[in-house]
């Protein structure tokens, strides 16, 4: 397990440990570059073989739109990559000892962020469809509350299943300190009456 103790985000509090840090999977992302990639094969292809196809895209004032249009694809494409990259980046999900937080990037200037007390997990249920998602090791988590959001989705995460047993014992442990709480809680009160 990796050690988290150096890591901090806004809002953790004092006594707070950070147990596991989740980005969505690596190829969540590599299937939404091949987006990019295809935009960069058409930008080269129609770079390379217009002006071969289309001879009146030689001449000065063709040549010149042709090269606006061209850049301005190029732009378009940059900052098609631009976003996938922050989107995948940004959206964070960060499992402590006491809650989840979910940090969820939308666009260039969005950030919704969600927490959840483990006290208030009622069920938690895995995803993995498919066969890449299967042989990577890859899907969807879903956390059932009874707070306000009713359903917390990690989307796309590595290993869903150890993510899944790590919330189940944290849960649990959760539980039984509240349980042991609430016995001594009780104790002193029958102690304090009986005096």
């Known amino acids: ?32 570059f091949l987006v990019v990639f295809f935009m960069i094969v058409i930008l080269i292809s129609s770079t390379i073989y217009l002006p071969i196809i289309f001879p009146a895209l030689r001449q000065k004032l063709a040549e010149n739109l ?30 402590t000892d006491q809650r989840i937080v979910n940090i969820e990037q939308k666009g260039l200037f969005g950030r919704i962020v969600s927490e959840l007390e483990l006290e208030k997990i009622q069920d938690i249920t895995t995803d993995v469809k498919g066969v890449i998602p299967t042989f990577l090791n890859y899907g969807n988590l879903f956390v059932q509350t009874a707070a306000e959001k009713e359903r917390f989705i ?19 442990k959760q539980e039984k300190q509240e349980e042991n709480e ?14």
Request: charged share 20%; proline share 2%; glycine share 2%.
């Open 1 to 32: 397990m990796t050690d988290f103790t150096k890591y901090h985000f806004t809002g953790q509090k004092n006594n707070e440990k950070i147990l596991l840090v989740l980005h969505r999977h690596w190829f969540d992302i590599l299937v939404q």
């Open 66 to 95: 042709f090269l606006f249009v061209e850049n301005t694809f190029f732009i378009f494409t940059w900052v098609t990559f631009f976003l996938i990259w922050i989107d995948y980046y940004f959206d964070v999900w960060i499992v």
């Open 154 to 172: 990690f989307k796309n995460i590595p290993d869903p299943y150890s993510v899944k047993d790590t919330l189940m014992n944290l849960q649990k």
């Open 182 to 195: 609430f016995s001594e809680m009780l104790r002193k009160k029958i102690h304090h009456e009986t005096i």
